[in-house]
Nanobody, 125 residues
Framework: QVQLVESGGGAVQAGGSLRLSCGAV????????LAWFRQAPGKEREGVAT?????NTYYADSVKGRFTISQDKHKLYLDMNSLKPEDSAMYCC?????????????????????WGQGTQVTVSS
């Protein structure tokens, strides 16, 4: 069982930056496809970025050029720059075994069996 714990959310003004972290409890992030998702009130959960164990990354168009996903052995990160009010949401990290064979473009929440509890990001104008 993979347990994920996020941290680093908070409130920031538009144009600011935040770094989110996601720690794995008891396992390393080797051989997992990892992702950040977000969900704003009244909206569906949407994929933000993914990263595979080989280091390849994929981003939603809405965050491309502003957000950077990265990982080390035990943590997943999301560096968010030039934040906009529309980036406000609950951000969750998610993981699925690389053995599942999903493409790095996989941003369907149902494909990911492991989830953190989420961390809130609020961007004010």
């Amino acid at each position: 069982q993979v347990q994920l714990v996020e941290s680093g959310g908070g409130a920031v003004q538009a144009g600011g930056s935040l770094r989110l972290s996601c720690g794995a409890v008891g396992v390393s992030f080797r051989n997992y496809l990892l992702a950040w998702f977000r969900q704003a009130p009244g909206k569906e959960r949407e994929g933000v970025a993914t990263i595979c164990s080989g280091g390849n990354t994929y981003y939603a168009d809405s965050v491309k050029g502003r957000f950077t996903i990265s990982q080390d052995k035990h943590k997943l990160y999301l560096d968010m720059n030039s934040l906009k009010p529309e980036d406000s949401a609950m951000y969750c990290c998610a993981a699925v075994s690389a053995w599942a064979g999903f493409s790095i473009r996989t941003m369907t929440p149902a494909k990911y069996p492991y989830w953190g509890q989420g961390t809130q990001v609020t961007v004010s104008s």
